[in-house]
């Protein structure tokens, strides 16, 4: 899939979905049969398509199959939407429409894809690509440290819970081993005159 690719690109050139469309042509009995097709671009290729026969591809390639269309492919049965990985392009503000639309022909759709990409994508990316190729490895490297201090901070609060649980459990037995201390045995009398009162 990627031999046509230099070996210093290989790691970033790699295809993406460009859309699912559903035609319709005629079955064996005259009627109309649905028929999903996938198109693909290669990231850094601006006019690359390669159409497949959704059907014929699970058979055809499934390693493109199962690590790239076909999950893409159940999430647009459901809602018509291709899912992205990362930020999409659309909610960073750090981009404008312009450069939005140039990454789309080169098949940059998330944050994550800008700042992975290569000095070959980063050439047809023109005037300001450095710039844009430094704000989303600086916004992806902020984010890893985000979600690595959000997630010290909710272990922070766990073990902090835990604390209080355990120092209300420590109350709630000390409580109860008083009340059992108090009916267990009645100040001045043994434990013997208070069976023989039972009995």
């Known amino acids: 899939m990627l031999m046509d690719a230099k070996p210093e690109d290989r790691e970033q050139i790699a295809l993406w979905i460009q859309k699912f469309k559903t035609e319709h042509k005629p079955g064996p009995d005259g009627n109309l049969i649905a028929l999903d097709r996938v198109y693909l671009g290669k990231k850094g290729i601006a006019g690359f398509q ?3 026969e959704v059907n014929r591809l699970k058979k055809d390639n499934p390693f493109l199959w199962e690590k790239l269309v ?4 159940e999430q647009w049965k459901k809602d018509q939407t291709i899912p ?3 930020l999409a392009l659309e909610a960073w503000p750090a981009i404008t429409e312009g450069q939005i639309e140039m990454c ?3 098949g940059l759709r998330s944050v994550e894809d ?3 990409a290569s000095d070959s994508i980063r050439q047809k990316l023109g005037m300001g690509a450095n ?5 989303a ?8 440290a985000s979600a690595t201090a959000n997630k010290i901070a909710t272990q922070d609060g766990q073990i902090a819970q835990l604390q209080a649980d355990l120092e209300e459990a420590t109350r709630t037995i000390a ?3 008083a009340a059992q201390g108090k009916t267990a045995t009645k100040p001045g009398k043994g434990k013997r005159q208070e069976l023989d009162e039972a009995a």
């Open 84 to 86: 992205t990985s990362g």
């Open 104 to 106: 789309r022909t080169l």
């Open 70 to 73: 076909g999950p893409a492919y």
């Open 50 to 52: 390669n159409v497949h």
């Open 131 to 135: 710039d844009l190729i430094a704000k």
């Open 114 to 116: 800008i700042a992975t």
């Open 175 to 177: 409580q109860l081993a």
């Open 137 to 144: 490895k600086a916004f992806h490297a902020n984010k890893d």
